[in-house]
């Protein structure tokens, strides 16, 4: 019996949004594994079995779905977003790793419109020239790299988006951050706080760089900060190509 | 008659990686432009004009767009990948800049799969971790500019996503980038070479960056530079979640 193993992004939130490859791939699970409000945006139907698990228990729900596959089930793993931006696909292929006698599974990673793409395309084009994306969540790295990477991101001007820039168990890291650019940016320097994007919650703020607040982000927030040469037209936000 | 300008992402080429609010887009559209190659990627029905136009003129594709949206015509612009990475979404902005009597114009940009994440998503999980996307052309800014940012890139240790890497009239930019790394980054580093990804000519490589030769890459492919974590397990490659 032969399973497989797809690692799927449902994209940020509206169903518009999901590639037809991925709604196909879930239309032929016989599972579905993931974080728990991911999971219930999957509609139920005979024959297909929803696990739904917490929050950062990545490496246990990897490593069950590798193991449904290699028992011949068709495992859909969910991620919100792109799977391979700070989401699952890294979590599967390092629960992979110690397990040789899974690495000639049938795996196939699906991309998805991951957050910051989203919330680019509703303010302009911020990332319309070179950027970068930086996950400030120092569950699994130092801080003081991220800050590292933050200053060096400056120092080439991309533009930057900022991946889960605060939470609860994480309250500081926005504000530090926020100091480190605020050091070396100016005043004026345009950030897009763009929230739960294209949901019906999407909240979206643009603000000079002095106006920004560590309170107005929160885990469901893409942070995109511009580079220099990112400016206002009408009521959008876009960085010219010859940035 | 109140027109309208959406400015879509058709993804990499395959037609399973297009998201619905796209397709929708389209269906609605009485005009279509862009650069021909992906103009011939959609289908001509009665009450919909097809304007395709050559490469470069993108300013000239985006002005007359926002003229047919101004006389009310519903017009999306194409373009492939994500419309606001390297792409049409900075051109239309820069061209609405000098009309203030556009800016009132009901306009929309739909995210699309831009290259990196499906040539990410094709070879396993390479921007699992902080990354930066990189265009080598230098139509539009200085090379030096451009090398400036590789080098911050593998300071920070950021995994690399490079556009537009080599091209006929641009021959030489990817092996100067090529000995940038080389001078900073262990030969082992390892580098995807993924060309016309999704479609029925992709074609991805995978090696060491010792083993990278310029005329590997050409206008159609993306290239990825791991950071020092990037590994590989079985046929895949990944950056760890703590890189």
Redesign the interface.
């Known amino acids: 019996m032969t399973g497989s193993l797809v690692i799927a992004g449902l994209?940020p939130g509206?169903?518009?949004?999901?590639?037809?490859?991925v709604t196909?791939a879930l239309a032929r699970a016989t599972d579905v594994v993931g974080y728990i409000p991911y999971v219930a945006r999957i509609a139920p139907r005979a024959g297909l079995v929803l696990h739904a698990s917490d929050n950062r228990v990545?490496m246990d729900r990897a490593t069950a779905a590798l193991r449904m596959a290699a028992e011949g089930r068709h495992v859909v793993v969910v991620s919100s977003g792109?799977?391979?931006?700070?989401a699952m696909?890294?979590?599967?292929?390092?629960a992979?790793?110690p397990h040789?006698e899974w690495?000639?599974l049938d795996?196939?990673?699906?991309?998805?419109?991951?957050a910051m793409?989203?919330a680019?395309?509703?303010a302009?084009?911020?990332?319309?020239?070179?950027?970068?994306?930086?996950?400030l969540s120092d569950n699994?790295?130092p801080f003081d790299?991220v800050l590292?990477?933050v200053r060096?991101?400056v120092?080439?001007?991309?533009a930057m988006a900022f991946y889960n820039p605060r939470s609860r168990s994480r309250p500081d890291q926005f504000g530090h951050v926020l100091e480190v650019l605020r050091g070396v940016c100016t005043p004026e320097r345009l950030v897009i706080l763009a929230r739960a994007v294209s949901t019906p919650e999407q909240a979206l703020r643009v603000l000079p760089l002095c106006e920004v607040t560590p309170e107005m982000a929160d885990m469901r927030t893409v942070v995109i900060v511009g580079s220099s040469a990112t400016r206002r037209?009408?009521?959008?936000v876009?960085?010219?190509?010859?940035?």
Request: net charge negative.
């Open positions: 994209g509206s169903d518009a949004m999901v590639t037809p490859e196909g990545e792109d799977p391979g931006v700070f696909a890294s979590a599967v292929f390092e992979l790793e040789p690495h000639g795996i196939r990673v699906l991309p998805g419109i991951t793409l989203a680019a395309a509703a302009g084009a911020p990332l319309g020239h070179d950027f970068c994306a930086i996950n699994l790295k790299l590292k990477r060096l991101a120092e080439a001007d991309f037209v009408g009521g959008w876009y960085t010219p190509r010859s940035a």
